[in-house]
């Protein structure tokens, strides 16, 4: 328990990270350490780290090998700073590493630490396979034996079964369905258009496209085995092409409205924030960008439909705002994680609705509308692509960025997850 601590504001110095493929691509023979080792490596050269002890670096990753259990401690020793620098690995599916500022983020409030860098990882290429229980039963049977003829009497009931590969499961563990599947859901249920999920899907890509052209990517986006963008853009997308893809997850009547051009593709990416108190960014010279002052997670009761998967940002940011004592039209910018374009239109239209506000957030009236040239300025997760443990950094750097160049004074985050939680966020200038 820490008595008597005053409160230190926590400074946004910076981001940094490689650009996000298109999972089985450009970074098909690299992994989880090797991609974030790249994107801690990059904010060390960035802001002059080489060598130098942070008090604490905090990442993870959904998709992860068995023998990565000190995943961020590795990429750590691999990256330039010093050996001494702590690390830790943690994991909440879609918003592990905005998580993971929000808990350094505590930390220097507190006083406990100076400095940090939350990241996080994902590699669909390089997915942990396994094998069966039942090949693992007869494995760690032969491992016990106690003679010779103990250890290789299991092997005589090998079967062709125990050798057939396990792949990691996309679906949600409680009710079977994948998160496409769970996002249909929430489409049929809050009305949204095939034709306005499409539009939001060009949007997202014609921004994105367009802070490139601009160079806003210049500084956060570092070359990474010959890669230099988000190869997932599409400069020459438009209404009647994203129109003209197929359903991807089916819905009712074999139907639906999710497709391959308005969900975010699987994607491959690794991406770092430095987060330190003033006092530390001042001696070292170093800008501060913005200031992370808020974090709230929450979660829905999605299993028997009593709210949709994807839906758990539309209960965090209400209490959030009120943490702030703020509305939800307080803002500069938003930047909405955009797991799929049906999902960031399920919140919107919910925080408009007065009997949603009402009965589910016991507001006595409607959060109201977001103006939506606002949100997402920069392109978001269905162009640039969606490596799930990093798009919560992504998302960071590039919101404390916008806020930077225009002066602007508030941003707000909010990313849904697997496991119907959302975790949102704050900045300020």
């Known amino acids: 328990m820490l008595v008597g601590t005053t409160a230190r504001r926590v400074a946004i110095i910076g981001g940094c990270r490689i650009p996000f493929a298109r999972g089985n691509g450009v970074y098909v023979e690299v992994g989880n350490q090797e991609m974030l080792t790249a994107a801690l490596r990059a904010v060390v050269d960035r802001y002059g780290l080489q060598g130098q002890r942070l008090d604490d670096v905090a990442a993870g990753a959904v998709m992860k ?33 905005l998580e993971a500022a929000i808990l350094l983020g505590n930390k220097i409030a507190l006083g406990q630490i100076d400095c940090g860098i939350a990241a996080g990882v994902d590699s669909v290429s390089d997915p942990p396979v396994a094998f069966p229980k039942s090949f693992q039963q007869l494995l760690l049977k032969s491992v016990r034996g106690k003679t010779t003829l103990q250890r290789l009497r299991p092997w005589f009931g090998l079967r062709m079964e125990h050798m057939r590969p396990v792949l990691p499961g996309i679906a949600e563990p409680r009710t079977g369905l994948t998160m496409g599947e769970s996002a249909e859901l929430m489409v049929s249920a809050w009305g949204i258009s095939r034709r306005d999920q499409d539009q939001l899907a060009l949007e997202s890509h014609q921004k994105a496209a367009a802070a490139y052209a601009a160079g806003f990517y210049g500084d956060l986006v570092h070359e990474y085995l010959g890669l230099t963008k988000d190869d997932n853009i599409r400069t020459d997308s438009s209404l009647e092409r994203l129109g003209a893809l197929r359903p991807a997850f089916g819905g009712a009547g074999g139907g639906g409205s999710l497709t391959a051009g308005n969900s975010t593709p699987m994607t491959d990416g690794a991406a770092a924030v430095l987060l330190a108190s003033e006092a530390w960014a001042r001696q070292r010279d170093l800008p501060v960008l913005a200031y992370l002052s808020y974090g709230k997670v929450a979660a829905v009761d999605f299993i028997d439909k009593k709210e949709g998967l994807l839906m758990a940002p539309a209960y965090a940011v209400p209490k959030m705002l009120s943490d702030a004592d703020l509305r939800l039209q307080d803002f500069d910018f938003y930047e909405l994680h955009e797991a799929f374009a049906g999902q960031v239109l399920c919140t919107l239209k919910a925080w408009t609705d007065p009997v949603f506000c009402r009965e589910k957030l016991g507001l006595p009236s409607d959060l109201g509308a977001i103006d939506r040239a606002k949100i997402n300025v920069k392109g978001g997760s269905l162009a640039i692509g969606h490596p799930f443990a990093a798009s919560g950094a992504r998302i960071l750097a590039t919101l404390a960025k916008i806020l930077n160049e225009n002066k602007a004074k508030r941003g707000l985050i909010a990313v849904c997850t697997a496991g119907g939680m959302g975790v949102t966020a704050i900045l300020e200038r």
């Open 65 to 97: 090998h068995s023998g990565q259990w000190n995943l961020t401690r590795e990429s750590v020793l691999g990256s330039g700073l010093a050996a001494e620098t702590p690390a830790f690995d943690l994991q909440r599916a879609c918003g592990t590493s």
